[in-house]
């Protein structure tokens, strides 16, 4: 049986779509059967950032709607063919599909594969309604930033109330220099505040934007944000993986002070 | 019925309804009716005492004249004051000891529930009665409660004790870091950027009270305890 997982922030900007777009590839790297689809109706770019924009012909609305069948609007990744994406329409909004249909959706997908991953859309309307519906697990996105962290707390209310309970944590974007110096909050300050536990802690690496950019995502690759994605993708499928240590300093002095040890 | 045989004053306590003593009973009746019937909206359900004066008026005169204002507004006859006494004085005693705490809010104030879990941002908790919350309240829940409320957890978001305006109501946290506390009709919000500068939340256990129209937090001791009442 699969399991439908939600990733979701509240908050917008914090890497939904990006880490999505991580734990899908990573999952797939593993050898799983995933689907991801881009909940985020009208503001598409799950696909964007897996590089396959240039392939979609009908998407998410058009299945819901029937103007299509499932299959033809499902896109196989260029990667790794046990990886699909169902894009999201561009051209409509929200309200142009409802809970009931997402269920519907994505019970239809459940027979085909091992893991079915919603990229949520920033807010609490409509749109995180949907991508809630039929979610069996969540996993909450935030920065170490107190806006962020707002959000997500609000966010796990929501998703209590709605009957999901399997909640974890993925901070993202951690800059341990600043957080040495008590400048930024730490993977425990934050876990402090929600109360929930840690599946991954991801570091702020430019390979991410690059990775990002060139719609290739990095997960499993061996830059410290890919790495970290992947052991992310192993706790997912149940395995004890140690927290890795994100303190790597890259700085010239660094470099410079290995040189005299 | 355009005559005055019958007048309501009103001061801060009560009402003094003045008869006047010449026209016969069934007047009097009449138009006492009518005026509380029109004055209904301006006292609304309030509680009030109330005494007659100008006419001597028998027990069955005066009980008669009572279920009359009863039907003909809301105001609460909470005791009749006699003639002749200190009539504010007396007024005041006997409504005062009525407010502010009426009979089934005390029983509420005694009483609890409790509350498991962390309160998130958006989620509100309100309760007739005390709250005792295991559990964090994180900024942006809020709790309120006509009674106490005491967290065994973090304290963060906004809490609201005495809600019927009970100034004697506490606040008690484990760790006591709140975005905004009320009690009764104070309220105090948490210094500027408190929250952020701070690394690590105070782990006293501190309680939150009014006195003499401030609200203090102080660390729990004896002496504190001493001085509270439930």
Same mark, same amino acid.
Request: aromatic share 4%; hydrophobic share 40%.
């Given at each position: 049986?699969?399991?439908?997982?939600?990733?979701?922030?509240?908050?917008?900007?914090?890497?939904?779509?990006?880490?999505?777009?991580?734990?899908?590839?990573?999952? /797939?790297?593993?050898?799983?059967? =995933?689907?991801?689809?881009?909940?985020?109706?009208?503001?598409?770019?799950?696909?964007?950032?897996?590089?396959?924009?240039?392939?979609?012909?009908?998407?998410?609305?058009?299945?819901?709607?029937?103007?299509?069948?499932?299959?033809?609007?499902?896109?196989?990744?260029?990667?790794?063919?046990?990886?699909?994406?169902?894009?999201?329409?561009?051209?409509?909004?929200?309200?142009?599909?409802?809970?009931?249909?997402?269920?519907?959706?994505?019970?239809?997908?459940?027979?085909?594969?091992?893991?079915?991953?919603?990229?949520?859309?920033?807010?609490?309307?409509?749109?995180?309604?949907?991508?809630?519906?039929?979610?069996?697990?969540?996993?909450?996105?935030?920065?170490?930033?107190?806006?962020?962290?707002?959000?997500?707390?609000?966010?796990?209310?929501?998703?209590?109330?709605?009957?999901?309970?399997?909640?974890?944590?993925?901070?993202?974007?951690?800059?341990?220099?600043?957080?040495?110096?008590?400048?930024?909050?730490?993977?425990?300050? =934050?876990?402090?505040?929600? /109360?929930?536990?840690?599946?991954?802690?991801?570091?702020?690496?430019?390979?991410?934007?690059?990775?990002?950019?060139?719609?290739?995502?990095?997960?499993?690759?061996?830059?410290? /944000?890919?790495?970290?994605?992947?052991?992310?993708?192993?706790?997912?499928?149940?395995?004890?993986?140690?927290?890795?240590?994100?303190?790597?300093?890259?700085?010239?002095? /660094?470099?410079?002070?290995?040189?005299?040890? | 019925?355009?005559?005055? !045989?019958?007048?309501?004053? !009103?001061?801060?306590?009560?009402?003094?309804?003045?008869?006047?003593?010449?026209?016969?009973?069934?007047?009097?009746?009449?138009?006492?009716?009518?005026?509380?019937?029109?004055?209904?909206?301006?006292?609304?359900?309030?509680?009030?005492?109330?005494?007659?004066?100008?006419?001597?008026?028998?027990?069955?005169?005066?009980?008669?004249?009572?279920?009359?204002?009863?039907? !003909?507004?809301?105001?609460?006859?909470?005791?009749?004051?006699?003639?002749?006494?200190?009539?504010?004085?007396?007024?005041?005693?006997?409504?005062?000891?009525?407010?502010?705490?009426?009979?089934?809010?005390?029983?509420?104030?005694?009483?609890?529930?409790?509350?498991?879990?962390?309160?998130?941002?958006?989620?509100?908790?309100?309760?007739?009665?005390?709250?005792?919350?295991?559990?964090?309240?994180?900024?942006?829940?809020?709790?309120? !409660?006509?009674?106490?409320?005491?967290?065994?957890?973090?304290?963060?978001?906004?809490?609201?004790?005495?809600?019927?305006?009970?100034?004697?109501?506490?606040?008690?946290?484990?760790?006591?870091?709140?975005?905004?506390?009320?009690?009764?009709?104070?309220?105090?919000?948490?210094?500027?950027?408190?929250?952020?500068?701070?690394?690590?939340?105070?782990?006293?256990?501190?309680?939150?009270?009014?006195?003499?129209?401030?609200?203090?937090?102080?660390?729990?001791?004896?002496?504190?305890?001493?001085?509270?009442?439930?």
């Amino acid at each position: 049986m699969s399991e439908v997982i939600v990733i979701t922030s509240g908050k917008g900007g914090v890497g939904k779509t990006t880490s999505t777009a991580n734990i899908g590839t990573g999952l /797939a790297k593993l050898g799983k059967s =995933v689907v991801m689809i881009d909940t985020d109706i009208g503001l598409r770019n799950l696909d964007v950032v897996m590089g396959l924009e240039n392939r979609i012909v009908y998407n998410l609305v058009d299945v819901v709607e029937g103007n299509c069948r499932m299959k033809q609007a499902l896109i196989k990744d260029k990667r790794y063919p046990n990886l699909s994406l169902l894009p999201s329409a561009q051209t409509r909004d929200k309200t142009a599909v409802t809970p009931e249909q997402m269920v519907k959706l994505i019970d239809e997908l459940k027979p085909e594969f091992d893991y079915i991953l919603l990229d949520c859309p920033a807010g609490i309307e409509q749109g995180f309604k949907n991508a809630i519906a039929a979610a069996d697990r969540a996993l909450i996105v935030t920065t170490p930033e107190v806006s962020a962290i707002r959000d997500a707390d609000r966010i796990i209310g929501l998703l209590e109330a709605n009957d999901i309970h399997k909640i974890n944590l993925i901070v993202n974007r951690l800059r341990m220099d600043m957080v040495k110096r008590g400048d930024m909050m730490s993977i425990e300050d =934050v876990i402090d505040i929600l /109360a929930i536990d840690l599946i991954g802690a991801v570091p702020d690496d430019e390979h991410i934007v690059i990775a990002t950019n060139q719609g290739e995502p990095l997960a499993g690759d061996s830059s410290l /944000a890919g790495t970290a994605y992947m052991n992310i993708c192993k706790r997912i499928m149940g395995e004890e993986v140690p927290l890795m240590n994100l303190d790597v300093n890259n700085g010239f002095f /660094a470099k410079l002070s290995k040189l005299f040890k | 019925m355009s005559n005055q !045989s019958v007048i309501i004053k !009103s001061n801060r306590y009560g009402l003094v309804v003045l008869l006047d003593d010449q026209p016969d009973w069934d007047t009097i009746k009449n138009e006492v009716a009518e005026k509380f019937r029109s004055s209904d909206k301006f006292f609304g359900d309030a509680q009030m005492a109330l005494s007659f004066q100008g006419r001597k008026l028998s027990a069955e005169e005066e009980a008669e004249l009572l279920k009359i204002i009863g039907e !003909s507004c809301r105001i609460q006859i909470v005791c009749v004051v006699e003639e002749n006494t200190a009539e504010e004085q007396a007024m005041k005693a006997a409504v005062e000891s009525r407010r502010p705490v009426e009979q089934h809010d005390l029983a509420n104030l005694q009483d609890g529930r409790f509350y498991k879990g962390t309160l998130r941002s958006g989620q509100v908790l309100e309760s007739e009665t005390s709250i005792i919350i295991l559990g964090d309240v994180n900024p942006g829940a809020r709790v309120v !409660s006509k009674g106490n409320i005491i967290v065994l957890g973090a304290l963060k978001g906004n809490v609201f004790v005495g809600a019927a305006g009970n100034e004697s109501a506490f606040v008690a946290a484990l760790s006591m870091a709140p975005m905004q506390i009320r009690i009764g009709d104070v309220i105090a919000r948490s210094s500027d950027g408190a929250a952020r500068r701070k690394k690590k939340a105070d782990e006293t256990p501190k309680i939150a009270f009014v006195e003499n129209g401030n609200i203090y937090i102080e660390p729990i001791t004896k002496d504190v305890l001493n001085d509270i009442n439930v």
